[in-house]
């Protein structure tokens, strides 16, 4: 419970605070005006309520993901950070366990016409700095120009 009470908490307090006593104060407002005659008023006098009500339902819900930890288990009261390994700053990133790894699907050992093809057009492009895609003689040409 002493992690509520930290500065940043404090602030988001004051914020959720003062943003539902604004919002009715906002819908009072729009109430006396509906009454004085505009009938416009009148869905604002509701909607600024249902405006407090879902700054009141975040915080709430703040609120009880913090006290719970991510995890949803409950904190420790005095939370405990693991020691920074050799060649780490305090306060950085801690890997924990395994990495995550992701399999890889084997490259197919068949011959591809197309990509073969593509990568000819690539290397040709590459061979000849100054040529356009247009220049591009063919893949035929270009199995004759490596042959010469």
Known sequence: MKGLWTPAWLARHLLALALTVGFLAL?????DRAAGGNTLSWGYTFEWPIFAGFVVFLWFREV????????????????????????????????????????VKAAANEDDPELDAYNDYLAWLAAHPGARPGDYPGPRRVEQERTQ
């Open 27 to 31: 819908g009072w407002w729009q109430f």
């Open 64 to 103: 009880q993901v913090a006290r719970r930890g991510p995890d949803g288990e409950e904190p420790a009261e005095t939370p405990v950070e693991p020691p920074a390994p050799a060649g780490k700053l305090p306060g950085a990133p801690v890997t924990v366990g395994r990495p995550v790894r992701v399999p």
